[in-house]
């Protein structure tokens, strides 16, 4: 009998996540008992393998049938654990048998896996929060607290919470920072394969300053290594994004990039401007864009339009779909959320909420409208559980609420839906 040793085998992220399918599968179809089995591959001396050696042994028997290319949409955080000495028997037993054909079924159910690729940043966040509102030019007593962040990296990691399957394409430094936020994705499933590793490079940071009812009132980042994420970057990575089933960007990416994304990349783009000096750059890609999630000055910098009432508020939104953007969800802050598309117009009200910490809401929302789009969900529906999802978000204490996942989204937008359809038919007046 043939012995392979695991560490010889190059064991990807993605045969990682088909054989963790193979155990679903398996376990469902009571060829595995709460994932714990005593398999007969080691010569039938009844060693129990836990998942992760049912796992091992799966994939020596996909490599031992040339199963040895998975497609790109199988994405997973999860990284082998190559270890010990499995013997090998493919047609040893009937247990040997029926797992492979429930491994062979999950490879099927991969391969047509949805996924979401984020392209933007990633930064160590260091925060302060003023105890009591702030004084200019004065120290102001409070909490400062350091996290993982970054606009892409936010809308990532709400996503997974979301049950989304994401990865995630950034550029990453040589520094201990680094080493935190590819621990965390991968705690997270958040695919790191496709990232850009800048030999040197120091790890982007964002200093926010908040005020004491957890608005952002300052903020200071260093984003140089974006800049490392040039076109010819992304074109090496263009038949991955063609196949996801949206893009989302920041606009911390360089202009040149977003436009090469835009002219080339054939997935729905989403996009968040992040910023009012940062949205400048999406000008002349806006007719490439899908959903575009902007704030009143972002909005008002993109149509042109200055933003004072109900009726320059229609002004600016039918300005930027005359310019090709397919659906814009504008923020208004305590006044609600905006959606448009096509001739559809609507004020979304905010659900009510016990704000603690106000930064993470925009990435909660865009992160939601994603979740909602890949759900198949109307224009309607996807702003009412964005406008859940920026309600969970502030509740948290830290930029990224851990509460945020489906079932507390679905169950918070479910809340208005009775008011609303006896609103529904006033006219939306902002």
Known sequence: MEQRPMDKLNTSAAEVTLLRG????????????????????AQLQGIEYHEKNVMEN??????????????????SGHRAVNKGRIDLAKSETDAARSFYAAAQEALERFRVRKYVAVCGGVNIDIG??????????????????????????NIAHNLSLLGANVSLLTALGEDAYTTQIERSCEELDIDLSHVLHVPGGRTSTYVFLGDSDGDMALAVSDMEICE??????????????????????????????????AEHCTAPLFVDPVSVTKAEKLRAILKNIHTLKPNRLEAEVLSGVRICDGESLAASVDELLERGVQRVFLSLGEEGL?????????????????????????????????WSYLDGRTLRESAKLGAAAASLAVEGEKTINPELCAANVLSRAAQEIHSERKEESKPCTP
């Open 22 to 41: 193979g155990v679903e599968i398996a376990h469902r179809k009571g060829i595995l008992a709460n994932r714990t089995v005593s398999i007969p591959f």
């Open 128 to 153: 302060g929060r003023s105890f009591a509102p702030l004084i200019a030019r004065d120290s102001n007593p409070g909490r400062v607290e350091q996290s993982l962040g970054g606009v892409g990296r």
């Open 338 to 370: 905006f959606a448009a598309q096509g001739d559809e117009r609507f004020l979304q009200e905010n659900y009510p909420a016990q704000i603690k910490n106000a930064t993470g809401a925009g990435d909660a929302l865009m992160a939601a409208l994603a």
């Open 228 to 261: 490392e994420l040039t076109p010819s970057y992304f074109a090496q990575h263009l038949d991955f994004l063609n196949g996801a089933e949206l893009v989302i960007v920041d606009t911390n990416l360089p202009q040149a990039s977003l436009l090469y994304l």
């Open 58 to 75: 799966a994939y020596l028997l996909f490599r031992a049938d040339g199963m040895q290319e998975i497609t790109h949409s199988v994405m």
